[in-house]
């Protein structure tokens, strides 16, 4: 079953490199296809109702998604009929799960094993951007994004299941992404690529401590080195500085700016700010309620209402200031 697993990783890796080479719809439509029946696949590895309930459900959106996305893509590419982009800009939003097409991407996650939600929050994304791609404008896109922002910003406050906290923060991601295929695609692959090896990094601590949820950082031994390496790569994801996350955001950012999107900036800064708290919400749990060895120096924390605040707010005045 492990090499089944691994061979069906690189087939979805491979197809979703070779979508981007292509500029036939129906061509990177039939690839999707194929990565979504790979994805099914990996997600039979599983045990238990849970896994075959989830299943049932990705299938049946995903399935009647895709029917309807075959219809529109025949009308757009010969040019019959009326709102064939709006209807394919609104199949697109539920394949990468945005709001308000997100119901199915929260219940799946959370019944998923580690390597399948990084699958699901990365590769299965990347052959939709293209299309999103082909079909993208600032002015169409603007009320999707940040209706996606505000809703993955809020809802993923006081979430103790990590898989559904990091998926309101792919959410987030998400909307980056695509602005940053505004600029370029070499800015669109380094923020994808970035995201993807951040991603990993976390995910890979969290796997191999078998963790899904915060409240079991209590029973489990996961070092002091391992909880600051996880609450780094935390706010790697979120975009705090001066870290990675950061950096590549900070990049969009400068490029966006210069084109005048100064409102639709302050908005996505403001809004990813809240992200932040995310994973500053998962630290105190993790290091002051569920860690023995801090609780000798809780004295020296008494003032963390006034560091998180100086954490979330120096995103904003480093924009600010620039």
Known sequence: MKYIKILLVYLVVG???????MNNWLMIWYLMEVCFVLFMGLCASGKGYSISEMMMMYYLVQVSVSLLMSVFILFYMFNLGYLHSFILILG????MGMFPFHFWFILVCGKLDWMVFFILSTLMKLIPLILVYYLFSISSFFFVTLGSMIFGSFMGLNNGIIQKMMSYSSMINVCWLIYSMSVSLMMFFL???SYSIMLWWLINLLSDHNIFYISQFKMNSVSFNEKIAIFGYGLSISGFPPFLGFLIKWLVINYLWYLGLKFMLSLMVMISVLAVYFYLQMFFFVMMLFSGWMKWYIYSFYNFGVFSFFFMTSYIILFIFY
């Open 191 to 193: 923020y994808y690529f």
């Open 15 to 21: 197809f979703s490199l070779v979508a981007w080479t």
């Open 92 to 95: 697109l939003m539920v394949k």
